[in-house]
């Protein structure tokens, strides 16, 4: 196996590991509404052998007013317990842009207290493209128990960053487009502010990922996150439209060996919605 400290494997990993009995598998493909995908149904048409279909709007807050929001533990456990993921088992996760929400689950399961969890690199679109098998057959896991110990350290609300613009003590680093994070384009969710976050920086997520949809370069990375004004090895809280695309950052700080990365769980989705709390453009 990769060193534990690394937060991804490859494809040939995978490939070699697909029927090792401590590996669980997890498609956690995610889109934003305006791609019109349907994830839950491409997962049916054909998926990496073995896995499981994490739905992250359903494993969440449902009584929030902000999307997909962290669960309670004990939610959560439930969840993954019904889909044989828990203790004892390494869990890969993988989305079908290459890496978009995929991140997001690997983060949720280290809040929850599950560190050996990995990130395909490059995602079901490398797999796809290198020829690797899929299937249509759903797996039939048994139930396996899962020790929630939430991480709060992992996680920032808003009263935190609130906070934060006082003491200064986080940076804070935004994973929207830059247009988006200067107010020259609209939110793609309805009602919500333009702007971001007082003193926060900006480092669109996508800029993160090659074409093939793999993770890019340590040098490249560390190149992006300085040239976006954050020292990779002090604290950082990252942000975005509803906390997906903020732990892809979350991840390229965790291949750079900053694996503490908290993510602002409620991110644009509840500072843009909220009144009266202070805004930059």
Request: hydrophobic fraction near 40%; glycine fraction near 10%; aromatic fraction near 8%.
């Amino acid at each position: 196996m990769p060193a534990p400290e690394s937060p991804l494997v490859s494809t040939e990993w995978l490939a070699a590991h697909l029927d090792a009995p401590d590996v669980r598998i997890v498609d956690a493909s995610w889109y934003l509404p305006q791609a019109q995908r349907d994830p839950r149904a491409e997962y049916e048409q054909g998926h990496i052998p073995g896995a499981l279909f994490f739905d992250i709007d359903e494993i969440s807050d449902t009584s929030s007013p902000y999307p997909h929001m962290l669960p309670s533990p004990e939610k959560f456990s439930s969840r993954v317990r019904a889909l044989g993921l828990g203790d004892g088992v390494r869990i890969v996760v993988y989305d079908g842009a290459g890496i978009f929400s995929a991140p997001r689950v690997w983060w949720t399961f280290r809040v929850m207290g599950h560190t050996d969890v990995v990130v395909l690199d490059g995602g079901l679109k490398k797999w796809k493209a290198e020829g690797r098998p899929l299937t249509d057959a759903k797996p039939r896991p048994g139930s396996r128990h899962f020790t929630a110990q939430r991480n709060a350290l992992l996680v920032r609300d808003r009263e935190a960053i609130l906070g934060n613009l006082d003491t200064c003590e986080e940076q804070v680093i935004d994973a929207r487009s830059g247009r988006r994070f200067r107010a020259e384009e609209a939110e793609p969710r309805p009602g919500l502010k333009g702007g971001h976050i007082p003193g926060s920086r900006n480092l669109p997520s996508a800029n993160l990922v090659n074409a093939d949809g793999t993770l890019k370069s340590p040098p490249e990375l560390v190149r992006l996150f300085d040239d976006a004004g954050i020292d990779i090895r002090k604290p950082v809280i990252a942000t975005c439209g509803s906390g997906v695309s903020a732990c892809i950052l979350a991840l390229g700080l965790a291949a750079l060996g900053n694996d503490m990365t908290s993510v602002y769980d409620g991110s644009w989705a509840e500072w843009g919605a909220v009144e009266g709390l202070p805004i930059e453009v």
